[in-house]
């Protein structure tokens, strides 16, 4: 079953803040993270593993509250370089190996 | 350098006829992935392989095939039988580990 993301798109300017969220009905194993620009191919951002820590790099990081099946995506001080759609993909705990499934994806537009 | 190429970038596809998209690893991931992506609703897992000669359905398998022969390989054949084949379609590998998936640049299929 998909993950539902929110919101649906964003609008920022420069130097906001964002947060994405993505929530699943199932138990999860891992959430992953990546951005699409438009026309090319997903980038992986992080992932973030049941009983792992949060991560984060730069003004990206992330979160996974296990108990709700949430995962939470934060984005500060964006750049003009953040723009794109953000998609969360979720493995689930019964399935084999690392099979993931994208949610819909968040619009992120930063402007200047 | 390693990475996932694909090709052709455009197709174009007359009705009734197969087409068969191409998709090269030199990253010796032994897990790749097809995934179709239509505005608005994410990524949506077609095929997988986790291993050579060893292929898995997805969640919207149905008039499409694909072959798993050599490891760097996982051609998908998009069939006449596919009713809606007008989309973005992107190869995937993973090595099983925490670096996430690894996407080829895409190809855009119109059936004309």
């Known amino acids: 079953q998909q993950p539902v993301q929110s919101p649906q798109a964003v609008i920022l300017r420069e130097g906001e803040d964002a947060v994405i969220n993505c929530s699943s009905s199932k138990a999860l194993y891992s959430v992953h993270w990546y951005r699409q620009k438009h026309g090319e191919a997903p980038v992986f951002l992080m992932i973030l593993l049941k009983g792992g820590e949060q991560k984060g790099h730069d003004k990206i990081s992330a979160s996974f509250n296990e108990k709700k099946q949430q995962s939470s995506l934060y984005l500060t001080a964006s750049q003009l370089s953040y723009s794109g759609t953000y998609f969360c993909?979720?493995?689930?705990?019964?399935?084999?190996?690392?099979?993931?499934?994208f949610g819909e994806g968040t619009q992120l537009t930063v402007n200047p | 350098d390693g990475g996932i190429t694909q090709s052709p970038k455009y197709l174009f596809r007359k009705e009734g006829q197969n087409v068969t998209l191409s998709c090269e690893q030199n990253?010796?991931?032994?897990?790749m992935y097809w995934y179709r992506q239509d505005p608005g609703q994410g990524l949506r897992l077609i095929y997988y392989s986790q291993i050579v000669n060893d292929f898995q359905k997805g969640d919207i398998a149905e008039g499409y095939s694909v072959s798993r022969e050599k490891k760097e390989s996982f051609p998908l054949t998009v069939t006449s039988a596919q009713k809606n084949p007008t989309a973005f379609y992107l190869c995937?590998?993973?090595?099983?580990?925490?670096?996430?998936?690894?996407f080829g640049s895409g190809t855009r299929l119109t059936v004309v």
């Open positions: 995937a590998s993973d090595d099983g580990g925490v670096n996430g998936y690894t």
């Open positions: 993909g979720t493995e689930k705990e019964e399935t084999s190996g690392s099979r993931l499934t």
């Open positions: 990253l010796n991931h032994d897990a």
